[in-house]
T-cell receptor, first 112, second 112 residues
């Protein structure tokens, strides 16, 4: 059974470029979470969805970040324009009801 | 607001040593408590959980008991192995909503 799938696994881009991170949750899960992990700030929740609807986006750093979930099997996190301070590992996680979250392998983003 | 505090790392132990990683929390109501583990280059994986006071979660030789009176959920293992080297995260989920609040993580290094 496939776990949470994220793409790309690594992304290197230049400051000012648009970056799109993708996530496919585990089939049947109704919650989806986006996290960011850095050495300085640890693991931060950016936004989460329930049944494709954003529930809490209070962790989204600023207007440059946006997330969508057009259907139950796909979500995107977009950064436009990207900045060097956005460099981090971005994790997607999903869960069935508010219970155990299953994490994807992460996308390592480097903004030069 | 809700928060989780873990002991600072890194923790360095010899193989077969006893492990304790302290975790305390602040929350209203009766949260569920979790320990997640992150191996190098991977996403977080659930290690164990407890959903009510005095519950003991256990998995792979690790244990943690939900202590409401001391607001703690300390992780223990009687005999660590080199393969246990990882970063360990304590987390809570308030009784409403799907959001997890994570501690800052504790790095464990086990030497042969």
């Amino acid at each position: 059974d496939a776990g949470v799938i994220q793409s790309p696994r690594h992304e290197v881009t230049e400051m000012g470029q648009e970056v799109t991170l993708r996530c496919k949750p585990i089939s049947g899960h109704d919650y989806l979470f986006w996290y960011r992990q850095t050495m300085m700030r640890g693991l931060e929740l950016l936004i989460y969805f329930n049944n494709n609807v954003p529930i809490d986006d209070s962790g989204m750093p600023e207007d440059r970040f946006s997330a969508k979930m057009p259907n139950a099997s796909f979500s995107t996190l977009k950064i436009q324009p990207s900045e060097p301070r956005d460099s981090a590992v971005y994790f997607c996680a999903s869960s069935l009801a508010p219970d155990t979250q299953y994490f994807g392998p992460g996308t390592r983003l480097t903004v030069l | 607001g809700d928060s989780v505090t873990q002991m600072e790392g890194p923790v360095t132990l010899s193989e077969e040593a006893f492990l304790t990683i302290n975790c305390t929390y602040t929350a209203t109501g009766y949260p569920s408590l979790f320990w997640y583990v992150q191996y190098p280059g991977e996403g977080l994986q659930l290690l164990l959980k407890a959903t009510k006071a005095d519950d003991k979660g256990s998995n792979k030789g690790f244990e943690a008991t939900y202590r409401k009176e001391t607001t703690s959920f300390h992780l223990e293992k009687g005999s660590v192995q080199v393969s246990d080297s990882a970063v360990y995260f304590c987390a809570l989920r308030a009784n409403q909503g799907g959001k997890l609040i994570f501690g800052q993580g504790t790095e464990l290094s086990v030497k042969p």
